[in-house]
C-alpha cells in the first residue's frame, strides 16, 4: 500500500537502533521507512495495569502541536494521563533509557548492594540519560 503524505505515525517502541555512526532514535527510522513525521509516546507503565484499568500516564513527543493534539484525545483517558511537549528526543530517550537504570537498580537490589549504591545507579543514569538528550 502506499501512505498518504499527511499521514500522522507514533512509535511506542522503547529502543534505538546501533550503528557504526552512534545511534538513531526509532522515530527517526520509522519516519524515514514510511515518509512521513512519527511521533512517540513513553510512560513507566506496566501494559497489564493500562488494560485493567490502573493509572498510568505517558508523554507525547510530537514536533508538530496539531499531531500532539490529535495524539493526546486519542490516549488520554481519566486513568490514563497523557501530556505533550515538542520534544521528541527527549521523551523517547528518557522513555528508552529509564529501563537500562531500572534494570541497573533491579541488579544491585538482587545483590544486596544496598540503597545507596542504587541511588548511585539512578544518579548517573540521569544525568548519562541528560548528557545523551544534549547531544541527541
Known amino acids: 500500500g502506499v501512505i498518504k503524505p499527511d499521514a500522522r505515525a507514533i512509535s511506542l517502541i522503547k529502543g534505538m537502533e546501533i550503528d557504526a555512526n552512534g545511534f538513531n532514535l526509532l522515530t527517526d527510522v520509522i519516519g524515514r521507512e514510511l515518509g512521513v513525521e512519527c511521533s512517540v509516546l513513553m510512560g513507566a507503565n506496566i501494559a497489564s495495569e493500562v488494560a485493567e484499568g490502573k493509572f498510568s500516564e505517558a508523554t507525547i513527543g510530537a514536533v508538530d502541536d496539531s499531531h500532539a493534539d490529535v ?3 486519542l490516549f488520554h483517558t481519566d486513568t490514563f494521563h497523557v501530556t ?4 521528541v528526543p527527549a521523551v523517547e530517550l528518557c522513555g528508552t533509557l529509564k529501563n537500562v537504570v ?9 545483590l544486596h548492594l544496598g540503597n545507596n549504591s542504587k541511588a548511585a545507579i539512578m ?3 540521569i544525568k548519562e540519560t541528560k548528557r545523551l538528550i544534549d547531544r541527541a
Do not use: I, K, S, Y
Request: no cysteine.
Open 123 to 125: 544518579r548517573v543514569g
Open 84 to 87: 505533550a511537549t515538542n520534544d
Open 71 to 73: 495524539f493526546t484525545q
Open 102 to 110: 531500572a534494570l541497573g537498580a533491579g541488579f544491585v537490589d538482587g
